[in-house]
Nanobody, 125 residues
Framework: VQLQASGGGLVQAGGSLRLACAAS????????VAWFRQTPGKERDFVAA????????YYADAVKGRFTISRDNTKNTAYLQMISLKPEDTAAYYC???????????????????WGQGTLVTVSS
């Protein structure tokens, strides 16, 4: 599957953005979809995941209550709605997918086999 991430940009603290992850080559409905983020010199950190089996969602503590992951099967696209953005949310955001990942590995970037390119989110204070 090929993933194309988009929607990043510059926003003031407290603002909102919606990232999109468009898939081709495979339907996302049969895959677990996740978002990770990375800042220069640091590892790629888990942000959110939507498990393939249904509508179960998982979030990093730092974004819980502010970010929402979703999927539109008709558009074969996943989304990350981000509100109340903070300067510390500034990062390159990556979407990822896997058809075989198990629940206990959701937060591990190495468990995903398909990645989109990063989309940069910059939150100014």
């Amino acid at each position: 599957v090929q993933l194309q991430a988009s929607g990043g940009g510059l926003v003031q603290a407290g603002g909102s953005l919606r990232l999109a992850c468009a898939a081709s080559g495979r339907t996302l409905s049969s895959s677990t979809v996740a978002w990770f983020r990375q800042t220069p010199g640091k590892e790629r950190d888990f942000v959110a995941a939507l498990f393939r089996s249904g509508y179960n969602t998982y979030y990093a503590d730092a974004v819980k209550g502010r970010f929402t992951i979703s999927r539109d099967n008709t558009k074969n696209t996943a989304y990350l709605q981000m509100i109340s953005l903070k300067p510390e949310d500034t990062a390159a955001y990556y979407c990822a997918s896997s058809r075989t990942i198990i629940l206990s590995s959701l937060r591990q970037s190495s468990a995903y086999d398909s990645w989109g390119q990063g989309t940069l989110v910059t939150v100014s204070s």
